[in-house]
């Protein structure tokens, strides 16, 4: 063997490995700034149901007025006003979604890289353009099975693309339908909301600490090159 093949095997080191709580830091910070998005959307639906809102409250101004009032033109107004109510769990979405693809990720071994997790986030994003674009022809929700079922299958394919493996990707379509559903019952029991809605997160948080017991938080996850297992021992 001569000196430069020494050299260049030397060079072959094991790729660095990052924390697994350093990693779980880097995503709740991506799920935060993904939220910056949705203010833009919001803004476009507040664009969009303000001539239609001040309609509707000139009419109601009138004694009598209402009756004449179309009545597409209130129902429009109810689906603008369900569309902004459910911006208001952006963060809810983004963060749930993001620690099951952790989880996913802290169990199995398999490392996702941050663009993926933006991907996920842009995809919930464009849920909301969907169920605006929606909402305004055929009702809030209707839009909302239709937006909504399509953003969960899309999430549950990716998950089984990322993590290779079909198991994986029903646990997300399991996982990310009850999600969807838990926030359409949120936008729908207004006095019970917040109580529903915090429950639901208590749950949710308890549910990752379970399914995260075993992980050694202090230890790295496994490289592109590591065995199965070195890929076993960092969770057991």
């Known amino acids: ?43 476009l639906v507040d664009d969009r149901s303000q001539p239609f809102e001040n309609a509707v409250q000139q009419a109601a101004s009138h004694e009598g007025a209402q009756q004449f009032f179309p009545g597409s033109t209130i129902k429009l107004v109810d689906s603008y006003r369900s569309v902004t109510r459910s911006l208001k769990y952006v963060l809810l979405f983004l963060g749930l979604v993001f620690l099951t693809y952790f989880s996913f990720e802290a169990t199995t071994g398999k490392r ?44 549950a394919t990716n998950a089984g693309w990322v993590f290779s493996s079909g198991l994986q990707g029903m646990r997300a379509l399991a996982i990310f339908s009850l999600l969807y559903g838990l926030i359409y019952i ?44 070195e890929r076993a021992s960092s969770v057991s």
């Open 186 to 229: 949120l936008l729908r029991i207004e006095d019970y909301a917040l109580l529903v809605g915090a429950i639901a997160s208590f749950l949710a948080v308890a549910a990752a600490m379970y399914s995260t017991r075993k992980i050694d938080w202090y230890s790295s996850l496994p490289g592109p090159g590591t065995s199965e297992n």
């Open 112 to 155: 996702v890289h941050p663009a993926q997790y933006i991907l996920v986030g842009t995809a919930q994003i464009i849920f909301y353009l969907l169920l605006l674009s929606l909402a305004e022809k055929i009702g809030f929700d209707i839009a909302y099975l239709l937006a909504g079922g399509s953003t969960v299958v899309l999430l």
């Open 1 to 43: 063997m001569n000196d430069s093949s020494i050299f260049q095997s030397g060079l072959q080191v094991k790729p660095r490995s990052r924390s697994m709580g350093l990693k779980l830091i880097v995503v709740c910070g991506l799920a935060v700034l993904m939220t910056i998005p949705a203010f833009f959307v919001g803004g």
